[in-house]
């Protein structure tokens, strides 16, 4: 007998119908996995997006002499940036950056996120409860990358130490030997970074979603915050302050107070792969430096040969935010 006839006899209450015919089943499974698939579609290319997949804007570093390139996504480009900004403004060596570069390649794959194990955050998932700072600091790249280089310095001579031991001597992580896949692409990224390797990076055009400029303002605001004062000419009021107004910034290379005359042309290209990877961000729409040009709307065709207008503007990094 059927069983829900059985149960309804025994108990004496009404026999009901199947709750679904089979065909009817069917057209529900199907119907389920249709929106699954179509869900999954849509998370797949935001994804992409994001973290650069294909025809998403991305960043590439291809050194000359290199025949192996580096891709990464605007917002890992400018984490990246400003950690190796941050290196510089404490006068530390480009081992130093490479480091930091790969071991927050592996924590957070260049990117500050707000969660990780236990109460671990920020590019280098740092712990709160491990005295690394507050939630709130740690998440600011600026302080997470100082923090990580203070401790790397008390280091004794991590420069000359394997990659792994430096970083797992700051870190304590459980996996020490991860950090070793990614220093060939750290060492890339900081030879595009430090400006050793000239115009190595370069990105699409990317634009915020509110559209909305930054300005010179903002852009003069980062550059002191991550390279520290000396990045700009002092002026008569004793504040450091770039040269040009409205949309445009005019860093003085010679004047940025951290180098000598003879490093200035990489400390300009410093300057100038700073404000690549960061263009996304403070909606930059040109940078110029050397007679070599970069522009937004023609990114596709990265940097391109300008001739200098004089040998002063050689000497200038300039860069142009969207009105």
Same mark, same amino acid.
């Given at each position: 007998m059927d069983p829900t006839l059985s149960a309804a006899l025994q108990y004496g209450g009404p026999v009901s119908a199947q709750?679904?015919?089979?065909?009817?089943? #069917?057209?529900?499974?199907? /119907?389920? /996995?249709?929106v699954a698939v179509l869900i999954g579609l849509a998370g797949y290319l935001v994804v992409q997006y994001v973290t650069g997949g294909p025809g998403a804007p991305?960043?590439?570093?291809? +050194? &000359?002499?290199? #025949?192996k390139e580096? &891709?990464?996504? $605007? &917002?890992?480009?400018?984490? #990246?940036?400003?950690?190796?900004?941050?290196?510089?403004?404490?006068?530390?060596?480009e081992r130093a950056v490479t480091i930091a570069l790969a071991t927050a390649m592996q924590e957070s794959g260049l990117r500050n996120i707000d969660f990780?194990?236990?109460?671990? =955050?920020?590019?280098?998932q740092q712990r709160p409860s491990q005295d690394w700072g507050t939630v709130q600091q740690i998440m600011d790249p600026v302080y997470s990358a100082g923090e990580f280089?203070?401790?790397l310095a008390k280091v004794p001579g991590y420069s000359r130490l394997p990659l792994t031991v430096a970083a797992q001597k700051v870190q304590r992580s459980g996996y020490p030997q991860a950090y070793a896949k990614h220093e060939a692409n750290a060492a890339r990224l900081t030879g595009a970074l430090s400006g050793r390797d000239r115009d190595a990076m370069t990105c699409t055009e990317s634009r915020p979603v509110d559209g909305q400029a930054s300005g010179a303002a903002a852009v003069r605001e980062r550059l002191v915050r991550e390279f520290g004062a %000396? =990045?700009?000419?002092?002026? %008569?009021? %004793?504040?450091?302050? +770039? /040269?040009?107004? %409205?949309?445009? =910034?005019?860093? $003085?290379?010679?004047?940025?107070? /951290? =180098?000598?005359?003879g490093d200035a042309e990489r400390r300009g290209w410093e300057l100038a792969m700073w404000a690549m990877a960061h263009s996304a961000e403070l909606r930059i729409e040109q940078i110029s430096y050397a007679g070599r040009m970069w522009q937004a709307d023609d990114a596709g065709k990265g940097w391109q040969r300008k001739p200098a207008d004089s040998a002063v503007a050689a000497q200038h990094v300039r860069i142009v935010t969207a009105q």
């Open positions: 709750p679904s015919s089979p065909r009817r089943r #069917a057209r529900l499974w199907r /119907a389920a /996995a249709a991305q960043c590439t570093v291809r +050194a &000359e002499g290199d #025949a580096y &891709e990464l996504s $605007p &917002e890992q480009a400018a984490n #990246a940036a400003t950690i190796s900004a941050v290196a510089s403004s404490r006068g530390l060596s990780g194990d236990r109460d671990s =955050v920020g590019l280098f280089y203070r401790h %000396g =990045v700009l000419p002092r002026t %008569g009021d %004793g504040k450091g302050r +770039a /040269a040009g107004g %409205g949309s445009g =910034v005019t860093i $003085p290379v010679r004047q940025s107070g /951290a =180098v000598g005359a």
